[in-house]
C-alpha cells in the first residue's frame, strides 16, 4: 500500500469516527429536549397562568373618582381625563405595591385632600384583587382600608374595579 493511501485510509477513519461523535452527542441532546419537555407538568401551567392574570393589573392608571372606592369601586383609566378637576395615578407595581401620586393643581382648601401614605395588592385568583390603603382626608381623618375588587374590562381600553366587599375600614378622626 502507497503512503499515499493510508494517509486517505487514516483521514477516512478519522473523517468517519469524529462525524459518528457529533451523530451520538446530537441524539443525545434531543433525548434530553424530550425529557426536558415531558417534566412540564399541569401545576407549572395553572400556576403561570394564575400569575398572567395576576400581572393584568400591573401598571400606571389615572383616577378621577376615588372618594366611592368602598361603596362602589373606581375605574381605572389609561389616558388622563381632560377636564376633571382632581386626579391621581395609581402605579400597581410587580411587589404588590401601589404608588399613588396627587395631580391635582390647585385645591380651594387643605381639608379633606386625600393622601394615601401606603398601598398594597394581591391577587386572590379569577380576576379578584385585594387593596390595602393607608392614608389621610387632610386635617379631618386618617384611615386603614382592606377591601376585594372584581377586575373587568371596559370596551373603552380601561379597567373597573368593582368592589366586592369591605374587609376593613379604620377611621381615625384628626381631633381624637
Not at 395553572?46 to 392574570?53: A, H, M, Q, V
Not at 377636564?83 to 399613588?100: L, M, R
Request: net charge neutral; glycine share 6%; charged share 30%.
Amino acid at each position: 500500500m502507497k503512503i499515499q493511501d493510508k494517509i486517505l485510509l487514516i483521514l477516512t477513519v478519522v473523517l468517519f469516527y469524529s462525524c459518528n461523535e457529533k451523530q451520538n452527542k446530537v441524539e443525545t441532546s434531543s433525548i434530553k429536549i424530550v425529557e426536558v419537555k415531558t417534566d412540564f407538568n399541569k401545576t407549572d401551567i395553572s400556576k403561570t397562568e394564575e400569575k398572567l392574570e395576576s400581572d393584568k393589573i400591573i401598571g400606571k392608571y389615572y383616577v378621577d373618582n376615588f372618594y366611592h372606592y368602598l361603596k362602589s369601586g373606581f375605574e381605572l383609566k389609561i389616558k388622563k381625563p381632560k377636564d376633571d378637576f382632581i386626579v391621581y395615578t395609581f402605579e400597581f407595581k410587580n411587589d404588590g405595591k401601589v404608588i399613588f401620586k396627587d395631580l391635582t393643581e390647585f385645591y380651594d382648601c387643605g381639608n379633606g385632600i386625600l393622601s394615601i401614605k401606603k398601598g398594597n395588592w394581591k391577587s386572590n385568583g379569577n380576576g379578584i384583587y385585594e387593596l390595602t390603603f393607608d392614608g389621610e382626608y387632610g386635617l379631618e381623618s386618617e384611615f386603614h382600608t382592606v377591601s376585594e375588587y372584581q377586575l373587568a374590562d371596559l370596551k373603552n381600553g380601561n379597567l373597573r374595579m368593582k368592589l366586592i366587599k369591605v374587609i376593613e375600614n379604620k377611621k381615625k378622626l384628626a381631633w381624637e
